[in-house]
């Protein structure tokens, strides 16, 4: 079990978490190897009827609020301030000049300027950035992409037939917490964008006509067991799993099948590549797509690094959205850029930047938001926020709420607590569309 220990959490060493492990474990009895995420078995809600996807740019670290959606005139001081505001294709709205592509794409993008937070430490500030919930008691929370999953499955059959794709992926880096749904709503994780996810294929001396032998073998040696919902959830995550690596629809994760010209344009890094693969995935049919980002975390040295970082974020952010608008996508599909924080308006005696939690920006374009507007206001260092704070909870029930989903919803957990889908959040409404 090696090979599957980095891909599992930490929360699952217990009865679901050997769930987990099991399907994997009897798969690679069959296969000789492992399926690592199995998704979406016969408990799924999958009721949505929309075509509502989510691309969440996650933007680990936090990049620093005046460096790119809250530029300030005021801040002259080039040591600390490298780059001014820059004029974009929506009256009014202006961003930091290092991402001149994004300005070119202003009108589609909704800037929320006065996020707060309330965990200063990564582990506890990105639960809480991913979930909804701080993570002070004995409750597990489902995060973001667990949640889109488990409400709504699949995108209808009007977009693409799913054809056993999973309904939540997550590029270069694995998923948070599933929470109290259990391990089939985690991600199916892709840790490289320019290669196929591991373990799809038939290892050295199994053939299809094989497998397909071992695994009819299999399903008549358990005909006869009983179906718990134990048993049920277990054989719903095989087949999903055999789904999965049998389905059509594989060619949405080749990235060589793109045009080298609209590889270049996304940008060669794992950040950019990620984008378009992101594209690609909602083209087939994922209602959630996690997109992870190199980390804004420099406690010294904040330039250059965050300058590369910067334009990676440009090119990726700018073309997916162009794409998208140009596919006829983009008003069915929400983009959130985001990180767990962000960062001091001050240098630190490194050169670096710590984290912030007293304001920092978000950035949504497309399908439930208004373009070229921007909300709440911070002072003139981009310092502390000086209108209309928006919290957490409040944000994800603002991306919730633009797909569909009633970000109130309750479930009872398996101690049978009630627990909302966002801890006493309510929606921007002025940003919605």
Not at 17 to 33: D, F, N, P, Y
Not at 44 to 66: C, D, M, R, Y
Not at 87 to 116: K, N
Not at 142 to 150: C, L, Q
Request: net charge neutral; charged share 25%.
């Amino acid at each position: 079990m090696n090979h599957l220990k980095h891909r599992l959490p930490l929360q699952l060493a217990t009865r679901r978490g050997v769930l987990q492990a099991s399907v994997a474990t009897t798969l690679s009895g069959l296969m000789g190897h492992s399926v690592s995420r199995v998704f979406g078995g016969e408990d799924a809600a999958g009721a949505a009827t929309n075509e509502k996807s989510i691309v969440l740019l996650w933007l680990e670290g936090g990049p620093f609020q005046h460096d790119s959606f809250d530029p300030k005139d005021e801040s002259n001081d080039t040591t600390k301030f490298k780059y001014k505001p820059r004029e974009t294709s929506a009256d009014g709205l202006r961003f930091s000049e290092s991402l001149p592509l994004l300005c070119e794409q202003a009108h589609h993008i909704a800037v929320i300027r006065s996020m707060i937070g309330n965990e200063m430490e990564h582990n506890l500030a990105q639960y809480h950035a991913q979930t909804g919930w701080r993570n002070t008691g004995p409750i597990s929370a489902p995060a973001m992409g667990s949640i889109v999953a488990h409400e709504m499955g699949m995108t209808p059959m009007t977009r693409a037939n799913p054809d056993g794709l999973p309904p939540f992926v997550s590029i270069g880096r694995k998923g948070y917490s599933s929470g109290h749904f259990g391990p089939a709503y985690l991600p199916t994780v892709v840790w490289d964008p320019n290669q196929l996810p591991e373990n799809l294929g038939l290892p050295k001396g199994v053939d299809k006509t094989t497998f397909d032998q071992r695994l009819a073998m299999l399903n008549a040696i358990e005909s006869g067991k009983s179906q718990s919902r134990t048993r049920k959830f277990f054989d719903g995550g095989r087949a999903n799993a055999v789904k999965f690596m049998r389905s059509s629809k594989l060619a949405a994760f080749d990235l060589s099948q793109e045009p080298e010209a609209v590889r270049a344009a996304y940008g060669d890094s794992r950040f950019g590549r990620g984008c378009l693969l992101a594209r690609r995935l909602v083209e087939s049919g994922v209602r959630f797509i996690q997109v992870g980002s190199e980390s804004y975390d420099q406690h010294s040295g904040h330039h250059p690094r965050q300058d590369e970082l910067f334009k990676r974020l440009d090119r990726g952010m700018s073309q997916l959205i162009k794409e998208l608008d140009e596919r006829g996508l983009l008003e069915n599909t929400l983009i959130l850029a985001v990180g767990e924080f962000g960062r001091t308006p001050h240098m630190n005696p490194s050169d670096g930047r710590d984290h912030w939690i007293d304001c920092y920006s978000a950035a949504l374009a497309g399908g439930g938001v208004k373009g070229g507007i921007s909300y709440g206001a911070t002072t003139k260092f981009s310092g502390e926020v000086s209108d209309n704070p928006v919290t957490i909870p409040d944000l994800m029930s603002t991306v919730f709420t633009a797909v569909g989903i009633d970000p109130h919803k309750e479930y009872n957990d398996q101690f049978n607590r009630p627990i909302k889908l966002v801890d006493e959040g309510n929606p921007v409404e002025d940003i919605l569309a």
